[in-house]
């Protein structure tokens, strides 16, 4: 018990000498762990609060994505697109004051086109010549070789998205504006379909530091459904006015279809039939037939440079004038072609012209009388002798020359016919058509047919030319329009 008590009375003699020092030490492990759960308690604070943020911006994200999408079953227009992809994006972030989607130019890929760039969106190119008040200005409508912006360029050659802020932009306008904010910030991305760039998007704002990790990853995940969006969207229109043009085009060869002979003529004394099959939907080849009396017939072949519209429009100013003009009392060959060059030559362009042969049978004086305004030879099937000659008169096309040298250059050549002799006028669709090796069809073959199958009627005779072009192509894709017209005495 002695032991006990003198155990006891030293602890608490002890106590009474340190007792402030362990008072202090347990008074600094309690504020230590208070300082410490604040700290936490702020730290979770924050962290929910960044949290919170980053849940808003993802909200606002997934919200942006569900009004693409319904814009899209919409069939809202591309700019209008444009407009809720640029606002969207203000709406996403909470630092950015303007947006903006320049795309590239289909064609040349090099040039940045602005399809919408809302008010406050700050100018990241320098224009030689424009002052950045003016830029800001017309920025909207100024077309900008993005090689002209050191940001756009590197940002479509690395396809990657830029995340800048205020010293780090400075470099990249070392000659620029000093108008630039110290606290822009910018975040531009590529816009990437099918690996393929089809433009930018820009945000550009105003605060301290860039824009953070989260908010350029919520970027790019902007940029990807946005590319997306855009280009299913070209893509429709594309289909869209696809099926309109070829909607007009089917209308255009309907119309070019009445303006070929719907029949054969009837014509004393002559069997003449005549076929045009067509390259394209629109031809640059045509045939007709212009009664110039009662008992004058012209037989017209004409072929046009090149194919397609273009072609198939100056096929029927041909016409036309040629037509009008035929209706003239007396005129002749030599007085017609002329005229209608003259007509024809101030609505053309350098590099068109247009190549015409002509045979005005002359029932009454027993002739034909035939020109080439640069056109093939015209053959001449002899019957009697079951040979082939050709007849070459002088001329060039029409559409060349104003006057002048085409007058000079015409020649007119009259032939007589015999009974069953033919006259076979073509376009340089049958001559040069070619085989899978390159090979031409050529005159000499259609010399040939000629000689076989004239004794068999126009009728026959143009068909069996048809087959064998069509033959001798095998499969290969008609190059040029084919056009045919034969004529033979009874």
Known sequence: MNDLA??????VLIFMEYGWVILAIIILISVGFNIHYIILKKQVKQQKNQLTCMEDEEYRLFKLFHELTEAVECDTTIAQLYRVISHGAIDVFDDVKGAGIYLLDRQTKNVLIPKYLSEELTPLVKIKGLEFDELVSQQRTVNIAYKQSTIYKEVIQERKVFNLTGVELQKYFQDGYPELLDNLKIMVGPLILNNSVLGLLVLTGEGKGAYSRND??????????????????ILHRDVADKRKLDQELFLATEVQKILLPRKDPEFKGYQIHGVNRPARMISGDYFDYVNFSEDELGVIIGDVTGKGVSAGLLMSMCRSTIRSLATRE???IKDLLPKANRLLFSDMREDMFITVGMALIDRKANQISIARAGHESVLWYHAENNEVTMINPKGVALGLDEGPVFDRMLEVQNITLESGDIILLTTDGIREAENLEGQQFGLHVLEEILCIYGKNGVGNLVAKIEESVADFSQSKNQLDDITVVAIQKS
């Open 6 to 11: 003198e155990l006891m009375s030293s602890l």
């Open 216 to 233: 350029q990853a919520v970027f790019e995940a902007l940029c990807e459904q946005s590319a997306h969006t855009l280009g299913n969207a």
């Open 330 to 332: 007396g005129i002749q």
